[in-house]
Each structure stands twice: as structure tokens, then as C-alpha cells.
Nanobody, 128 residues
Framework: QVQLVESGGGLVQAGGSLRLACVGS????????VGWFRQAPGKEREFVAT????????SSAGSVKGRFTISRDNAKNILYLQMNSLTPEDTAVYYC?????????????????????WGQGTQVTVSS
């Protein structure tokens, strides 16, 4: 069993930055993909970014590419999301999740059972 706890959300001005963290406990992330989804009010949960815990391969949604960077700390079992150049459209609850590596992870947004572990979410609000 894996417990995931997100942190780092908050209120920022447009153009600002935040760094989210997701701490895993219970067992290592090794062998899985780990990443981020977000859900804005009235919208579907959408894929943001993922990293393969084994080799560090990353993937991100086009809407955040060039602004958000996903990274990991293997020793501490922590997942990060560095968010720069934030806009009000980035306002959402951000969730970390653990799922299958190398394919299929992005589908966890609409099919959450594809990712067996989810955090509770952290609110990111960007003001204009």
C-alpha cells in the first residue's frame, strides 16, 4: 500500500511560480510511473505530467510544456512539479498518482482505477 501526500499549493499572482511536492510512503515508487493530474471547477481531471521512476523519462501535457517541470528525489521518494509562468487557467486542484509506466498513465484522469494510488490533492489558485 502506498500513501501519497501533496503539498506546496497556494495562491499566487499570474506570472508567478510554485513548486508542488508529493511524498510517498509505504513502499518505493520503483517500477511505476508517478505524476500529476489537475481538476478545475466544472472540468474533467486532466493529465499534467509524469515521470518513470526507473529511468527518469518524463512526459507532459502540451498546455504546460515549457512552463512546468516534473522531477523526482529517488532517495526521499518525493515527486516534484515546478510550475512557472502561472496563469489563471492553471487554477485547479492538483493530484499526484502512481500508475503504469511507459504508457497509459495519462488515461488515469478519466479512468482513475488505472492508477491505483492517489493523493488528496493540493489547491493551486492563480490570480490575475
Amino acid at each position: 500500500q502506498v500513501q501519497l501526500v501533496e503539498s506546496g499549493g497556494g495562491l499566487v499572482q499570474a506570472g508567478g511560480s510554485l513548486r508542488l511536492a508529493c511524498v510517498g510512503s509505504g513502499r518505493t515508487f520503483a517500477g511505476y510511473a508517478v505524476g500529476w493530474f489537475r481538476q478545475a471547477p466544472g472540468k474533467e481531471r486532466e493529465f499534467v505530467a509524469t515521470i518513470d521512476w526507473t529511468d527518469g523519462t518524463t512526459s507532459s501535457a502540451g498546455s504546460v510544456k515549457g512552463r512546468f517541470t516534473i522531477s523526482r528525489d529517488n532517495a526521499k521518494n518525493i515527486l516534484y512539479l515546478q510550475m512557472n509562468s502561472l496563469t489563471p487557467e492553471d487554477t485547479a486542484v492538483y493530484y499526484c498518482a502512481v500508475g503504469p509506466r511507459l504508457g497509459g498513465f495519462a488515461q488515469c484522469g478519466l479512468s482513475p482505477k488505472r492508477c491505483p494510488y492517489w493523493g488528496q490533492g493540493t489547491q493551486v489558485t492563480v490570480s490575475s
